[in-house]
């Protein structure tokens, strides 16, 4: 047994689908778009916390035999923890409190040397530490070799910085 219905998600899209199950063990719920006939199918696996409303508009014919369908769920679980993992870095690098120059010259950091936010300090190579204004005489610790390196880094992107500022 199928039931037709529409649904509005969290991010506020709405769509129409035939409910197929729900895996309520991992508080999934499982559909299929459209009613389009044919092999192809378009099958949804949402959270059903990010459902914000459901519409009931009928009962339908089963258009999925979910007997023969096989679904990997260790696949799909390493998926969304791959997906939440870098969900997370992704997060880490956006510093707190701090300006979009600032968070640009962590950027360019990072792209060639071990970067992570302290705070409002920028922490290279676990060492050397890059504070406000984010100058290369605002560099400190670390070995001599470690933090040349790191101010040279900051010299060209500051540079770079400029000669684009300079240009629009």
């Known amino acids: 047994m199928a ?7 969290s991010n506020g899209e709405e769509f129409t689908y035939f409910y197929v199950s729900s895996l309520s063990f991992l508080n999934y719920f499982i559909s299929q778009e459209g009613s389009k006939p044919g092999p192809k199918k378009n099958i949804r696996f949402l959270k059903a916390n990010y459902i914000k409303e459901f519409s009931f508009l009928g009962q339908a014919e089963d258009p999925l035999d979910i007997k023969k369908c096989y679904i990997d769920l260790h696949s799909l679980q390493a998926r969304e923890e791959l997906a939440l993992r870098q969900a997370e870095a992704d997060a880490e690098r956006i510093g ?3 300006t979009a120059e600032a968070q640009g010259i ?5 792209k060639t040397l071990p970067v992570r936010w302290d705070k409002t300090s920028i922490v290279v190579m676990n060492e050397v530490h890059v504070s406000s204004p984010y100058l290369p005489e605002c560099v400190s610790g670390g070995t001599p070799a470690a933090n040349d390196r790191v101010k040279k880094v900051l010299e060209l992107e500051r540079k770079r910085l400029q ?3 300079a240009s629009q």
Do not use: W, Y
């Not at 962590?106 to 990072?110: K, P």
């Open 163 to 165: 000669a684009r500022g």
């Open 96 to 98: 707190v409190g701090v």
């Open 106 to 110: 962590f950027d360019a950091l990072s």
């Open 3 to 9: 039931m037709e219905g529409s649904n509005i998600n």
